[in-house]
């Protein structure tokens, strides 16, 4: 069982950066694909980030490529969500997620945080 709990979201500027954060409970953490979505009001869950448990397979949103890093410590159990250069288009509730299996742009995670706000200002 793996517990994800997401933080460092809020409200900034457009052209701004955040970091946000998801502390993973589990001995587990460093064996599981990490991965992030985000759900704005209306539209559907998308993909964002992954990242295999080796750091091998990393892969981005075409829409974030380029703005956003994925990165994780496996040794704080923690993976993060480095992002810069935000538009308002990236405002949404964004969720981290944990696979034991291979990364995945899909949804089919098997354990889910709750979420957190960002909302970019224009």
């Known amino acids: 069982q793996v517990q994800l709990v997401e933080s460092g979201g809020g409200l900034v500027q457009a052209g701004g950066s955040l970091r946000l954060s998801c502390a993973a409970s589990g001995r587990t953490f460093s064996r599981y694909a990490m991965g992030w979505f985000r759900q704005a009001p209306g539209k559907e869950r998308e993909f964002v980030a992954g990242r295999s448990w080796s750091g091998g397979r990393i892969y981005y949103a075409n829409s974030v490529k380029g703005r956003f890093t994925i990165s994780r410590d496996n040794a704080k159990n923690t993976v993060y969500l480095q992002m810069n250069s935000l538009k308002p288009e990236d405002t949404a509730v964004y969720y981290c997620?944990?696979?034991?299996?291979?990364?995945?742009?899909?949804?089919?995670?098997?354990?889910w945080g709750q979420g957190t706000q960002v909302t970019v200002s224009s």
């Open positions: 997620a944990a696979r034991d299996w291979e990364v995945t742009m899909a949804p089919q995670y098997d354990y």
